[in-house]
């Protein structure tokens, strides 16, 4: 007889110990299958980054080099896409830069901006470069395109101590609208 119940309590263990099985199994399922789209995300990121065109990458390294920063690939991208819209050959600008960095064997952009005898075009669209990188904003017109904001180079000193002022902090973060600082001049 007991060994009867034996038995019978044999059973209901192997039939709860098969539910925690199939929950563990269904909870390590949902894991993996949560995770999924976050690894490939995360596998993405560095092919975009090595999948990044020549030119741009030539661009990065020049600007790295004239702003003594390092210049993100999303950074270099999206500035070398609107400087691209003002300047057609960009290309052969950032080619000739390179090239004189390398012909003098320069290490910082300070050396660079000592030189007196670079040619005035390259040197305008150098500093171009470094304008629109500190600045987050391509040209000075009403065309102007912003391609960075919180990002730019400008908001470096200040970084660590003061926000940046803008309407939100990120995704689904938006905020009140910053107060203008417009005086009003009365007569």
């Known amino acids: 007889m007991t060994d009867?119940?034996?038995?019978?309590l044999?059973?209901?263990?192997?039939l709860i110990n098969s539910r925690r099985r199939n929950l563990v199994k269904g909870a390590i399922a949902m894991g993996v299958m949560w995770r999924l789209p976050i690894d490939s995300a995360l596998a993405a990121a560095p092919a975009e980054v090595t999948q990044m065109p020549v030119s741009?990458?030539?661009?990065?390294?020049?600007?790295t080099f004239l702003t003594s920063?390092?210049?993100s690939p999303i950074m270099a991208t999206r500035c070398y896409d609107a400087l691209k819209k003002r300047i057609p050959d960009l290309d052969s600008v950032v080619a000739s830069l390179d090239t004189l960095v390398k012909a003098r064997q320069l290490s910082h952009v300070d050396q660079?901006?000592?030189?007196?005898?670079?040619?005035?075009?390259?040197d305008t669209q150098a500093k171009s470069i470094i304008r629109a990188l500190y600045?987050?904003?391509?040209g000075d017109d009403e065309k102007a395109e912003l391609f960075a904001y919180e990002e730019a180079f400008m908001y470096d000193p200040t970084r660590?101590?003061?926000v940046v002022p803008t309407y939100g902090r990120g995704p689904?973060?938006?905020g009140p609208k910053p107060v203008d600082a417009v005086a009003e001049v009365k007569s």
């Open 4 to 8: 009867a119940k034996a038995v019978v």
């Open 10 to 14: 044999s059973e209901q263990e192997v």
């Open 56 to 63: 741009v990458s030539a661009f990065q390294k020049v600007s």
């Open 69 to 71: 920063k390092n210049v």
């Open 112 to 122: 660079y901006l000592a030189l007196t005898d670079v040619d005035k075009g390259l």
């Open 135 to 138: 600045l987050g904003v391509v």
């Open 160 to 162: 660590a101590v003061l």
């Open 172 to 174: 689904n973060t938006w």
